[in-house]
């Protein structure tokens, strides 16, 4: 289990990160989600033992992560940034994090050469953007790791080797008990893998729970009436409201029940409650009602 408690960092007197709490359980996907500049790189480097906290816990199986050298023999980290060797290419970098991982797997690492079909012998500085991370999931994944930290994963990969990666991680997660930490924004991707959800914003933790529960309290809905009283919508804990003719659509944050009891009591000739993605959650959910993107979601 992984377990942030009342995290601060600040740079030069800015507060990159406050009061801030995160859990992950163990053997689950846990996605990182937030604005640009929410702070996801600066907590993931503590959560990684990069960066030491100005105040805070940062614990993985309840043992503090920083200089901590037997907890990070047992973690995979990939940056949004990657760093190589110069002069190595993939076989020589194999070599180098098999002699620092003691559960390294050689059999898995020539496999999964071979199935991304990477060339072992060139320069990892002269592959692509694309190709050295392909490298990355490989070396960090052959040294089968009980704790999997990710920055922007699958930026820049194509649709098939980004089917190829989750597979990997989710195979381990459900043979392994693997535990994974996700930053993305690709939001879609993280929606069909995750298992909860964290969103940042402004260096603080806004909402943290695990998927299924967040989609069950907000709900987007179209609803039209021929005769309502006063305000319909009274008692309703209203997000978001446009009306288009005489239909209304809402983003609405209450149980899905007590939405249907407040609505059908008005005697609505429309009544809909629409799927919502984690996309136009995150969005709502940080005030992003007013922005021009409203127009996309709906």
Not at 78 to 83: A, G, K, N
Not at 107 to 113: D, F, L, Q, S, T
Not at 180 to 194: A, K, P
Request: hydrophobic residues 40%; aromatic residues 10%; negative net charge.
């Amino acid at each position: 289990m992984i377990k942030i408690k009342n995290l601060d960092k600040s740079f030069d007197g800015f507060k990159a990160l406050t009061d801030l709490n995160l859990n992950v359980k163990k053997g689950s996907i846990y996605g990182l989600v937030g604005t640009n500049g929410a702070g996801k790189t600066t907590l993931i480097k503590h959560l990684t033992g990069i960066l030491k906290p100005d105040a805070g816990d940062i614990l993985i199986e309840d043992s503090p992560v920083f200089d901590n050298i037997t907890i990070k023999e047992r973690m995979g980290f990939i940056p949004d940034d990657l760093y190589f060797f110069a002069s190595y290419n993939l076989k020589e970098s194999a070599k180098f994090y098999s002699s620092i991982y003691p559960n390294w797997n050689q059999k898995r690492y020539e496999y999964m050469v071979k199935q991304f079909d990477l060339n072992e012998k060139r320069k990892l500085s002269k592959f692509s953007k694309g190709m050295q991370k392909q490298a990355a999931f490989i070396l960090t994944m052959s040294s089968m790791p009980d704790y999997l930290i990710l920055d922007e994963p699958i930026d820049g990969l194509d649709p098939i080797i980004r089917k190829l990666v989750w597979k990997y991680i989710v195979e381990d997660v459900a043979e392994r008990e693997m535990t994974v930490l996700v930053s993305s924004h690709n939001l879609r991707e993280l929606e069909g893998i995750c298992d909860s959800i964290g969103i940042l914003s402004k260096g603080k933790m806004m909402i943290e729970r695990d998927l299924d529960e967040l989609k069950s309290d907000i709900h987007k809905i179209q609803v039209a009436f021929k005769n309502a009283a006063g305000n319909p919508y009274e008692g309703l804990n209203v997000l978001h409201k446009e009306s288009r003719g005489t239909v209304d659509l809402l983003i609405i944050r209450n149980r899905k029940d007590v939405v249907e009891q407040i609505i059908n009591e008005q005697h609505p000739v429309i009544f809909d409650v629409l799927p919502l993605s984690l996309e136009e959650i995150f969005i709502y959910e940080l005030g992003g009602g007013d922005h021009e993107i409203e127009s996309i979601l709906f």
